[in-house]
């Protein structure tokens, strides 16, 4: 009876595409189930959709070349298991001016990840870029005004895309009403620099008031 349940257990696995590896704990970087589609093997004598039994067996070359393929199959990839904390108010009043803070350090971690695409050029900011990034600009502004900012957060913070309120995505929209602009004589508005400067959305502040204007909108 329990030889039989062993092989039940067995084929429902490799029905499912989960590859065992015996040296995981349970529940440890586990394969996903089921059959995807692999966008590399499009065009090309192969179907697409597979599993991760299929590229283990088969073209474990994929791990390389398809961020896909890594996500989704780590226990045959071999690739590290992810940690995604929660955000919560006032997370930034837990990390230490200290570079090494564990987690401060993982926030940094995030940015650099899920910001990507705004580095590269991008010009929305997803929720998993805008929320570390809120919280970093909580800490260095309240927290550490003092300690050196991170290089990839001040790149994203430069394009003005990801709103400095805790938890709160971009308005992809105008400020209304004047403001002060430095090198401008007088106060401006965002329809001054649209007809007649927009050579001023160089300016990081004026990029996060004129969003809209300096094309900004996706």
Same mark, same amino acid.
């Given at each position: 009876m329990k030889l039989f349940a062993t092989v039940i257990s067995l084929a429902l696995l490799f029905n499912n595409g989960a590859v065992a590896d015996p040296s995981r704990k349970?529940?440890?970087?586990e394969d996903s189930r089921g059959k995807f589609r692999i966008p590399e093997l499009d065009g090309i004598n192969s179907?697409?959709?597979?599993?991760c039994q299929y590229v283990s067996n088969n073209n474990?070359?994929?791990?390389?070349?398809?961020?896909?393929?890594?996500?989704?199959?780590? !226990?045959?990839?071999g690739t590290p298991c992810e940690h995604q904390h929660s955000h919560s108010p006032n997370?930034?009043?837990?990390?230490?001016? #200290? &570079?090494?803070?564990?987690? $401060? =350090?993982e926030h940094i971690q995030?940015?650099?990840? $899920?910001c990507a695409l705004v580095v590269d050029g991008a010009t929305t900011c997803r929720t998993k870029c805008a929320q570390p990034?809120?919280?970093?600009?909580?800490?260095y502004r309240d927290v550490?005004?003092?300690? @050196?900012?991170?290089?990839? $957060?001040?790149?994203? !913070? @430069?394009?003005? =895309?990801?709103? #400095? #309120?805790?938890?709160? =995505?971009?308005?992809?929209d105008d400020k209304r009403?004047?403001? &002060?602009?430095?090198?401008?004589d007088k106060g401006r508005n965002c329809q001054y620099v649209r007809n007649k400067a927009l050579h001023l959305c160089d300016n990081p502040s004026v990029r996060r008031k004129c969003r809209n204007s300096c094309g900004l909108c996706s």
């Amino acid at each position: 009876m329990k030889l039989f349940a062993t092989v039940i257990s067995l084929a429902l696995l490799f029905n499912n595409g989960a590859v065992a590896d015996p040296s995981r704990k349970l529940g440890e970087c586990e394969d996903s189930r089921g059959k995807f589609r692999i966008p590399e093997l499009d065009g090309i004598n192969s179907k697409p959709i597979r599993n991760c039994q299929y590229v283990s067996n088969n073209n474990k070359s994929l791990c390389e070349t398809s961020k896909k393929v890594k996500r989704r199959c780590p !226990a045959t990839c071999g690739t590290p298991c992810e940690h995604q904390h929660s955000h919560s108010p006032n997370e930034h009043l837990q990390m230490t001016c #200290d &570079a090494n803070d564990a987690l $401060y =350090l993982e926030h940094i971690q995030e940015v650099e990840k $899920y910001c990507a695409l705004v580095v590269d050029g991008a010009t929305t900011c997803r929720t998993k870029c805008a929320q570390p990034m809120s919280v970093l600009h909580l800490f260095y502004r309240d927290v550490c005004p003092e300690m @050196e900012k991170n290089e990839t $957060y001040e790149i994203v !913070a @430069e394009t003005g =895309l990801c709103h #400095d #309120d805790h938890y709160q =995505l971009p308005k992809c929209d105008d400020k209304r009403g004047k403001f &002060a602009i430095e090198g401008e004589d007088k106060g401006r508005n965002c329809q001054y620099v649209r007809n007649k400067a927009l050579h001023l959305c160089d300016n990081p502040s004026v990029r996060r008031k004129c969003r809209n204007s300096c094309g900004l909108c996706s």
